[in-house]
């Protein structure tokens, strides 16, 4: 006989966007159910950077003083172009309470999550727990009433009124549901490796480098470590491959020739990178009776600007007050739909926002040739010189949740980070 669990919402993948949601639901009362098809949360090249916003909001559930030790605060942003600085931020130029990124490593994240959802009756996280196929009333198109689950131990069902699809871009879930999507492939994708970090560098700051048509990241990784990511052709690792590892070692020496020795004793096979397929998934709607999407299932973004954590803890706190009201009021179908729809209005304009930027940004990273190249340089310097328009692209990735904030506070926010 299959086990069977009952909650009022079950929510499948315990990444950043699921296991807020459930901390958040447990705190309020709602009892719920986390699968995660992972057995631990050990995840590298993963969602590390964090923006401002979601740590002000990690501040305001109780969590960042959990996560003391575990993060490094970022104080400027620099971009290079063929050798020059085009432009510099120094966050702390940004009156908010919290107006340093961080790069926390989302194993920390994850752990902190779901030890604070622990700590409340009707919170259960289940690892190594895979949904394999939606509970459905009256059908293959009816309203969604649980999950299955494969387990170690076998098969399970989770009954719930409401179901959340929090498990990422390639979200089975959303795939089950037959939610209609658009998967939009950027032009490029990235190849990511971590060096060591570099000492003549320093640890708070985030780097650009572009020459012609190629750019590279350089995130510093908390605690002594640098993320590299570099651009290739869409679907080019094939080709990249078959030119050597040399290849790659001479597409960071352009960007970064400090690192050349660097990059050869520590990147010696393919295994020591990780190729990330960049598109971005744009889903009309993302409820149905008994399911709700979100995180990445809802809204896959690209990596610039660090934006997939920050929306999956912003849709988490915006949907957990939705489904407390709707249980409150009852928990009708209904009611779990209009909180469904809700969620939606209340955050979709936010992802559209970012998204826009995201893709203009790409655009700029790609432009080549020497006008290419001397109209990106232009306009990164028009945006360096003029505070005010620097303020306006930044807050769209920054600065949606908080209000500028009072000068103590931003204080309390600007303690030393550990050193990376
Ligand atoms: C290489 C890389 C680098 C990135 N860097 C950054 C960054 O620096 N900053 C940033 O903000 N974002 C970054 N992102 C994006 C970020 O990781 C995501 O946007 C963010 O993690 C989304 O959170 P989520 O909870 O929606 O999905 P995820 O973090 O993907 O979590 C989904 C979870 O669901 C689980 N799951 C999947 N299918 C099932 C199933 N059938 N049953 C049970 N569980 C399931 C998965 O194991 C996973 O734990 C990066 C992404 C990648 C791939």
Not at 284 to 301: F, I, K, N
Not at 335 to 343: I, T
Request: net charge neutral; with cysteine; charged share 25%.
């Amino acid at each position: 006989m299959t086990a069977e669990l009952t909650a009022q919402v079950c929510v499948v993948g315990g990444g950043p966007a699921g296991l807020t949601l459930a901390m958040e639901l447990a705190k309020r009362s709602v009892s719920v159910v986390v699968l995660e098809q992972s057995g631990h949360f050990n995840r590298s090249f993963r969602g590390e950077s964090v923006s401002p916003d979601s740590v002000w909001l990690l501040d305001q559930l109780g969590l960042l003083d959990r996560l003391e030790g575990e993060y490094a605060q970022m104080h400027h942003m620099e971009i290079i172009d063929s050798g020059s600085t085009v432009m510099r931020t120094n966050f702390a130029d940004y009156d908010y309470p919290h107006p340093y990124p961080v790069e926390l490593p989302q194993p920390a994240l994850l752990s902190a999550l779901a030890a604070a959802g622990r700590e409340h009756d009707g919170f259960t996280l289940l690892q190594s727990a895979t949904a394999v196929g939606l509970l459905r009333e009256g059908g293959e198109s009816g309203a969604v009433t649980g999950v299955r689950v494969r387990t170690p131990r076998g098969e399970i069902t989770v009954n719930a009124a409401l179901t959340v699809a929090a498990d990422g871009r390639f979200s089975k879930v959303r795939e089950m549901s037959q939610l209609p999507y658009e998967k939009l492939p950027l032009d490029r994708d990235v190849i990511w490796m971590r060096l060591p970090f570099p000492a003549e560098w320093d640890s708070n700051t985030y780097r650009i480098r572009i020459r012609g048509g190629e750019h590279g990241l350089f995130i510093p990784t908390h605690p002594d470590s640098v993320r590299v990511g570099m651009n290739i052709p869409k679907g080019g690792l094939r080709d990249l491959r078959s030119q050597g590892l040399s290849a790659l070692h001479e597409r960071l020496d352009r960007l970064a020739p400090e690192l050349s020795d660097t990059v050869r004793e520590v990147v010696r096979s393919w295994s020591e990178t990780s190729m990330l397929d960049i598109f971005t998934t744009v889903v009309p709607r993302w409820s149905m009776p008994g399911l709700v999407l979100m995180g990445d299932a809802a809204h896959t973004l690209t990596p610039i600007l660090g934006q997939g954590v920050n929306h999956a803890i912003i849709d988490a706190v915006t949907l957990a007050p939705l489904v407390e009201q709707a249980f409150a009021d009852g928990g009708s179908p209904a009611a779990l739909g209009r909180a469904g729809e809700e969620f939606q209005r209340s955050r979709e304009e936010a992802v559209r926002r970012s998204r826009g930027l995201q893709l203009r940004q790409e655009r700029l990273f790609a432009l080549d040739g020497k006008v290419g190249g001397a109209v990106r340089r232009s306009l990164y310097r028009v945006v360096d010189r003029n505070r005010a328009l620097q303020h306006r692209v930044l807050a769209r990735a920054y600065f949606q949740v908080q209000q500028p904030g009072p000068i103590v506070a931003r204080r309390i926010a600007q303690r030393p980070s550990p050193r990376v």
